[in-house]
């Protein structure tokens, strides 16, 4: 079974500092990564994607890859009240054998940055 | 104005009726999933499909069912047999599924069944 692991939180933080989410995956063989954002009730929005090892930076967004550790993490700078929100981080797998490639999602950090 | 669209946004219904929920796109994709999501669960993958007139199972496909005769549509049909369908319903699209740097999904609304 592939999995994706990622803290459920909450994770608080003051307004204006940097949140830190973070996701380790199973499958070492996953080479896509995205990062997803759910705001409560509504359909997750994606973020970032990242492919490759080092950092991919996008506005206050950083995502981070290290596929040694089998690990990736999401950096907001600056964060804001509207970055509240449900994060999720999902991974590539292969699927069936059949050489379809799916995703498969870690079950969400909730962050709440206190103004 | 490219994107994909679920309806109903809420949806009701009794126990042992089966219902339909729709799921359009006007990007182009190939690719189209259906995903359950409970509370506190992360995305749980029913079906998908890669191309038209074809479609496989996910990992909890069973109580479900559906069909891709259109490029833009993939309906997903909960049947009476799935034991605890009450759930938030999301269907995505991507360019293609085949791809090992698998492209990025874009998702619908959703649409929320309760079923009492």
């Known amino acids: 079974q592939k999995e994706v692991e990622q803290n459920s939180g909450p994770l608080s933080v003051p307004e204006g500092a940097i949140a830190s989410l973070n996701c380790t995956y199973s499958?070492?063989?996953?080479?896509?990564f995205f990062w997803y954002r759910q705001y409560s009730g509504k359909s997750p929005e994606l973020i970032m994607f990242i492919y490759s090892n080092g950092d991919k930076e996008d506005g206050r967004f950083t995502a981070q890859l290290n596929k040694a550790s089998q690990y990736v993490s999401l950096l907001i700078r600056d964060s804001q009240p509207s970055d509240s929100a449900t994060y999720l981080c999902?991974?590539?797998?292969?699927?069936?054998?059949?050489?379809?490639?799916?995703?498969?999602f870690g079950k969400g950090t909730k962050l709440s940055v206190i103004p | 104005d490219g994107g994909i669209t679920q309806s109903p946004k809420y949806l009701f219904r009794k126990e042992g009726q089966n219902v339909t929920l729709s799921c359009e796109q006007n990007?182009?994709?190939?690719?189209m999933y259906w995903y359950r999501q409970d509370p506190g669960q992360g995305l749980r993958l029913i079906y998908y499909?890669?191309?038209?007139?074809?479609?496989q199972k996910g990992d909890i496909a069973e109580g479900y069912s559906v069909s891709r005769e259109k490029k833009e549509s993939f309906p997903l049909t909960v049947t009476s047999a799935q034991k605890n369908p009450t759930a938030f319903y999301l269907c995505a699209s991507s360019i293609e599924g085949t791809s090992a740097h698998s492209y990025e999904q874009y998702f619908g609304p959703g649409t929320r069944l309760t079923v009492t």
């Open positions: 999902a991974v590539t797998t292969a699927y069936s054998g059949a050489g379809s490639y799916q995703l498969t």
């Open positions: 499909s890669q191309i038209v007139n074809d479609f």
């Open positions: 499958d070492r063989g996953s080479q896509s």
């Open positions: 990007l182009n994709h190939d690719a």
